[in-house]
Every structure is written in structure tokens, then in C-alpha cells.
């Protein structure tokens, strides 16, 4: 691809960040051009995001209709799974896996609500009422 060929298609992060692309310059020489995007990336990447979303949207469902606790939204929110969120918090997978129970969740103690709430980003209540940080 020529230099001038790179494709300039502005994403969501191209105001951010920019994406060194390999070109040819004029005399048929390999070249670095900056890229602020292109549309197929973009294209997937809004596929990921949306698919995300749909996931913790359901996982709010579920916590909403008391099939699980509100670990399993801010897991889905984070996009983290049971063994990443036990190396962050310090739990055992198996302990993980028990407090997405709701009834066990309830009984969770504040040092152990801390220790999630610090993971996520958010104050207790916040684990409690679904309030996710997006910043």
C-alpha cells in the first residue's frame, strides 16, 4: 500500500491514539504512515463493544431477577472472568464462583465488599445498586 493510500477513517479512538501502519513511499521504499483508522476495524470493533454490552446487560437481568449476585454485572462491566477476579482480590476461585450466589453475596462481609468495590472502581453501595464507574 502507498503511503498516501493508508487508510484516514476517524474511530472512536483516533482522536486518542493513532495506528502505525507499514507504506511504501514514492520510490517503492518501505515507510511508516500514521492511521487514524480504518472502517473494517472500526466495524469490528464496535461488534466487540456491542457484544459486551448485550453481555452485561444480561448479566443485569440476571441480578435484577435474583439468579445472581451483582459480582457477575461489574465482572461482565470489567470484562474479567472468575480466575481474574480472584488474582485481583486476593479470594479463591471456588470462594469467586460461591458470592456470585445472591443469597451468599447478601452475607458478605464490608472487608470483603471493600476488597470487589476496590477491584471495580466503585463504593459498596455501587456494587449494591449496579452503579458502574465508566471513567
Sequence with gaps: MKKEQVP???SALGKITK???YATDENGNYTTQLSDGWDVKITALDKAWEEIEDRAEAARQKV???EASPLLYFMEKGLMDIKLLAGYTGFWQWQVKRHLKPDVFKALSEKKLQ???EVFNVTIADL???KFNDA
Excluded: P, S
Design 115 to 117: 476488597k470487589y468495590a
Design 128 to 130: 449494591h445498586n449496579l
Design 19 to 21: 495506528e502505525v501502519c
Design 64 to 66: 435484577l431477577n435474583g
Design 8 to 10: 484516514q477513517d476517524m
